[in-house]
């Protein structure tokens, strides 16, 4: 049984900074990829940053250079650090976890773990 569950949300000004953190329960975060995801209100899910099991970080054009994923397998924990936000990060952000045969496919992997995510606000 997998739970994730994210954290770290919140309101903050332009040009601020926020971690998020995601901590599964019931899965090895060393055993598959794990990403970020993020979805704006009116708008369709989004894929924000994936990392490997061998450490790989790959980024959406729009938060390259201003958002870095990391992990720390010894306490299955999933970060994402944002710096220089802008409003246009606002959203409901992600936490998921690969599965085999998982329901949302992004970067060639299959998905199917999900946190309830957590809310970013980013005001002018």
């Known amino acids: 049984q997998v739970r994730l569950a994210e954290s770290g949300g919140g309101s903050v000004q332009t040009g601020g900074s926020l971690r998020l953190s995601c901590v599964a329960a019931?899965?090895?975060?060393?055993?598959?990829?794990m990403a970020w995801f993020r979805q704006g209100s009116g708008k369709s899910r989004e894929g924000v940053a994936l990392?490997?099991?061998?450490?790989?970080?790959i980024y959406a054009d729009s938060v390259k250079g201003r958002f870095t994923i990391s992990k720390d397998n010894a306490k299955n924990t999933l970060y994402l650090s944002m710096n220089y936000l802008k409003p246009e990060d606002t959203a409901m952000y992600y936490c998921a976890a690969e599965r085999a045969g998982g329901g949302w496919s992004q970067w060639g992997i299959n998905f199917g773990y999900w946190g309830q995510g957590t809310q970013v606000t980013v005001s002018s």
């Open positions: 990392i490997s099991r061998s450490e790989l970080a």
């Open positions: 019931g899965y090895d975060s060393s055993s598959g990829f």
